[in-house]
């Protein structure tokens, strides 16, 4: 089956740190990849996403890259700032049955301190 | 547009007490599904529904039903709560069931707890 492998948190990164967020999966096909948010006490909104391979999503100075050769969907950020602080989570969705699913890393919580 | 609201925000039960945790969307989406979000699991899908009168299981769905009588709403039932149902449990939407790379809208949670 479908799965998703994003590194282990929490991470605690100084402003303006660089970021990297490894993330891997596993499917079958040529599923679609994202990155979700979740700041404390919300939901999960939609960062970036990347449906076909050698993609580039991007979205608030984030960056990602569908990677097919390495099944990887690395997260990065050049300069993280305080308001970066939440819950990052990792997310394939590929068809089955019908209808698409989507399958979530168990997310990576990331703390910016000044 | 509202988006996707759920209702309540917070819930606290008994053991074997019922439920209905409340789900609407105001975005004319076809899909709609519920999570359950327990720590170090990330998110795991309890049910989905690709229109008004479809529903299917999703990856752990043993002790919630569910129905979709119209587009806008999906409700959630808890029947016998149990404590392995503590969670937070969020409701999504999407525009289109049969598209891979459509996004998923997430409503804000309802935080359950069973004593």
């Not at chain 1, 990065?76 to 990052?88: C, H, I, L, M, R």
């Not at chain 2, 359950?36 to 998110?43: E, N, T, V, W, Y």
Request: proline letters at 4%.
């Amino acid at each position: 089956g479908n799965s998703v492998t994003q590194m282990e948190g929490p991470v605690t990164l100084s402003e303006e740190a660089f970021l990297t967020i490894n993330c891997t999966y596993t499917a079958t096909g040529y599923p679609s990849l994202f990155w979700y948010v979740q700041y404390p006490g919300e939901g999960l909104q939609l960062l970036l996403k990347a449906t076909k391979a050698d993609d580039k999503g991007s979205n608030k100075g984030f960056e990602a890259t569908y990677r097919k050769e390495t099944t990887s969907f690395h997260l990065e950020k050049g300069s993280v700032q305080v308001s970066d602080s939440a819950v990052y989570f990792c997310a394939l969705s590929s068809s089955g049955a019908g209808s698409y699913q989507l399958t979530f890393g168990k997310g990576t919580k990331l703390s910016v301190i000044p | 547009n509202a988006g996707v609201t759920q209702t309540p925000k917070f819930q606290v039960l008994k053991t074997g007490q019922s439920m209905t945790l409340q789900c609407a969307q105001d975005m004319n989406h076809e899909y709609m599904s519920w999570y359950r979000q327990d720590p170090g699991m990330g998110l795991r899908l309890i049910h989905y529904s690709v229109g008004a009168g479809i529903t299917d299981q999703g990856e752990v769905p043993n002790g919630y039903n569910v129905s979709r009588s119209t587009t806008e709403d999906f409700p959630l039932r808890l029947l016998s709560a149990a404590p392995s149902q503590t969670s937070v449990y969020f409701c999504a939407s999407s525009y289109w069931a049969k598209q891979s790379t459509d996004t998923q809208y997430f409503g804000p949670g309802t935080r359950l707890t069973v004593l």
